[in-house]
C-alpha cells in the first residue's frame, strides 16, 4: 500500500488561493487513482477532486472553475490548487490512493479554513 501525507493547508480570506501538495511512497504511484476530499464540521466526507493513473480528472460540481487537481508521477505527488475560496470550502481535506488490487489508503487529513 501506498502512504499519503498532505501539507498546504491553512488559514485563508474569502476569495484567497491555497495549494495542498500530498506526497506518496511506498508504492508504485502511478498506478493509483488520486482523490482529493474534505469533510466539513458535522458533515460526510465528500470527493472534492480526482485523478486516474491515464489521467481522467473529475471535479465535484461545488468546485469546478475554482479547483485544479494535478499528479506528478515523477515525484509521487498530487496536488489541489484551489483558487476564489468560499467560506463553504472550510473542511478538512484528505488525500486518498485507490488502486483494485490495493484498496483505499488515506493521508492524515490538513485543515483549510476560509474566514475574514
Known amino acids: 500500500q501506498v502512504q499519503l501525507v498532505e501539507s498546504g493547508g491553512g488559514l485563508v480570506q474569502p476569495g484567497g488561493s491555497l495549494r495542498l501538495s500530498c506526497a506518496a511512497s511506498g508504492s508504485i504511484f502511478s498506478i493509483y487513482t488520486m482523490a482529493w476530499y474534505r469533510q466539513a464540521p458535522g458533515k460526510g466526507r465528500e470527493l472534492v477532486a480526482s485523478?486516474?493513473?491515464?489521467?481522467?480528472?473529475d471535479y465535484a460540481d461545488s468546485v469546478k472553475g475554482r479547483f485544479t487537481i494535478s499528479r506528478d508521477n515523477a515525484k509521487n505527488m498530487v496536488y489541489l490548487e484551489m483558487n476564489n475560496l468560499k467560506p463553504e470550502d472550510t473542511a478538512v481535506y484528505y488525500c486518498?490512493?485507490?488502486?483494485?488490487?490495493?484498496?483505499?489508503?488515506w493521508g492524515q487529513g490538513t485543515p483549510v479554513t476560509v474566514s475574514s
Open positions: 486518498n490512493a485507490f488502486a483494485r488490487i490495493y484498496g483505499d489508503s
Open positions: 485523478v486516474t493513473s491515464g489521467y481522467n480528472i
